[in-house]
């Protein structure tokens, strides 16, 4: 238990469709991030905030679309994805943000498949 | 681009022998960290290395970080099942915190 918790855990979709990835860090973190992890590629970080407010967005398709309404609390809303999308989507919190030596903490994934 | 080049990429030893893992780039890190990745899970941090030539214990597992700050490796000693699960490295850059670069991995089974 790393203090991140993520829902849902497994999530199947069709390209058509609209969902929402949940994430909550009980930590006390001002900075969150969300990263997707594919296969034979390394960790692609996707958006990072801080203090509610984006940071960070590293050329993400607008058919994600994050959204932070409070430092606990971070969703990654998806429509209209494709099945290339397919992937374990990993939250992370940080205690500050860019600062190099901190330890970010993941919850356990939502392991996305877009049929 | 930096890039973190991890090998070896897939591991399978015996309970009881020690095993050694690197992580390579040509360009310098601020910092470095090695996280486990046990599957159904997200990544865990098991060390911060960030002084070059520093080398740092934790129990059987020793991380040491290359005297230029470009290379890192990870030995384990009397491997264990419960060491099995992905071990990543990431690097930090201090010109550009937020941001790390990840290798791809090394997966390690540990077979009792």
């Known amino acids: 238990e790393t203090g991140v918790t993520q829902t849902p855990r497994h999530l199947v979709m069709g390209m058509t469709n609209k969902k929402s990835l949940k994430c909550e860090q009980h930590?006390?973190?001002?900075?969150m991030y969300w990263y997707k992890q594919s296969a034979k590629k390394p960790l692609e970080l996707m958006f990072v905030y801080s203090l509610e407010e984006r940071v960070e967005n590293n050329s993400v398709p607008s058919r994600f679309s994050p959204e932070c309404p409070n430092s606990s609390h971070l969703f990654l809303h998806l429509h209209t994805l494709q099945p290339e999308d397919s992937a374990l989507y990993l939250c992370?919190?940080?205690?500050?943000?860019?600062?190099?030596?901190?330890?970010?903490?993941f919850g356990p994934g939502t392991r996305l498949t877009v049929l | 681009t930096q890039l973190l080049e991890q090998s070896p990429q897939f591991l399978s030893i015996q309970e009881g022998e020690n095993l050694t893992v690197y992580c390579n780039s040509s360009s310098v890190f601020s910092s470095l960290q090695w996280y486990r990745q046990e599957p159904g899970e997200g990544p865990v941090l098991l060390v911060t290395v960030v002084t070059g030539g520093e080398v740092k214990k934790l129990k059987r597992l020793t991380f040491q970080f290359g005297d230029a700050r470009k290379d890192s490796s990870l030995h384990i000693t009397a491997a264990q099942p419960g060491d099995t699960g992905l071990y990543l490295c990431?690097?930090?850059?201090?010109?550009?915190?937020?941001?790390?670069?990840w290798g791809l991995g090394t997966s390690l089974a540990v077979n009792p």
């Open positions: 930590l006390g973190h001002n900075a």
């Open positions: 990431a690097g930090a850059n201090a010109g550009n915190n937020r941001k790390l670069i």
């Open positions: 992370a919190s940080s205690p500050r943000l860019a600062v190099h030596t901190d330890t970010q903490y």
